[in-house]
């Protein structure tokens, strides 16, 4: 009998010892299955961008680390802070990577993004008639350039600016009349300004060698703005998947910018995955995923997008790397993104949780968000005589198939 109770004490003493161990696991993987609210996103597009925020005092956002089924199988993770306030992933580049990423970030389960803010934080090439390399911009639209007809600049005829029309147009400055919705994309103008005034609170690195390499641009009174040193702007970013160079793209895809927005976009810097970034918080917004209003668009300016007098295309592109923006670039995503990272953490309770109020319309060219404003481009406003109706999806050519 005692031999008994000694076994039954003995197996109950370690039944209880390996509950205990399992205790642990258990809770740390119901941790792991937490739904995470950040109020600050960030969105890089490849290591250097996305390395510029580790190892910083303000924050470490390697505490917590969430597989996202659907992200890139280079960059699978979503990396936040311990208490996921705030929170960044990388995309991987081109607007494919960037639209799959962010598609499967907005309906992943571990996050409420209700009230995020999305801050694309990315390095970009640089219109010298508006600003210089290691400027920081934010932009109000993101206008997908590459999204027309396109001839060889070797067969279009002498009377072409460039071989860039717009979809379904006839000539270079007739608005497109092919429309498939991801044309432009207008952010929140108030929040754009909020956050230029943020960076402007840093101070932006420079290189000597971006400071020996912006005077060769001083010959042309048009790039007075090349030529100074680096700041902030509000200007506008173009999106291709195509990296360019050369005054004659630069002049088409500032022109195309100037048509989309009904004349108020002045086009400043170049990206591979803004648009697409766009178009997937647009459809996570109609369905009430996140708030569009509260997305920012900053990049920092690595090198020209055009040579300077004298010199050419293509060794303005393929030896980029000699202007010496791009080190600069990378820092100032960190030095100015820091302070709009924090400004909306330290104002949250008085300004932020509640959201900016937009004064512009924000959305794209259909008015799919019907936020009650009606959109301040596109040819239903451009054109009493253009409705949305009679503008095709695509026109189709049958010497084509």
Known sequence: MRSFTSLALVAATLSSAVSASLVPARIQERALEYVVKPKVFIISMFDPEAEIWYNIPEFNLLELNVTVPG???????AHCTADGEVC???TGESEINAA??????????RFDLTTTYFMVAGIGGVNPEV???????????????ALQYEFSQFDIPTNYTSGYIPQGSDSADEYPQSIYGTEVFEFNQDLQKIAANFARKATLNDSDDAIVYRANYAPNPLYAAAVAGPAVYECDVATSDTYFSGTTLGTAFGNYTKLVTNG?????TTAQEDNAT???????AAEKLVDFSRIIVMRTASDFDRPYPGEA????LLYSPGQGGFPPAIQNIYLAGIEVVTGILDGWNSTFAAGVNASNYVGDIFGTLQGGKTQDFGPYVFSNAVTKRSIPVKRTYTHRY
């Open 313 to 316: 295309a293509t060794t303005n």
């Open 278 to 284: 766009g178009e997937a918080l647009l459809r996570a």
């Open 71 to 77: 992200f890139s199988p280079l960059f699978p993770d």
């Open 131 to 145: 600003a210089t390399i290691a400027s920081v911009t934010f932009a109000r639209y993101a206008i997908q350039v």
């Open 88 to 90: 960044q992933l990388i």
């Open 100 to 109: 799959v990423t962010v598609s499967s970030l907005v309906r992943s389960p």
């Open 264 to 268: 108020t976009g002045v086009y400043c």
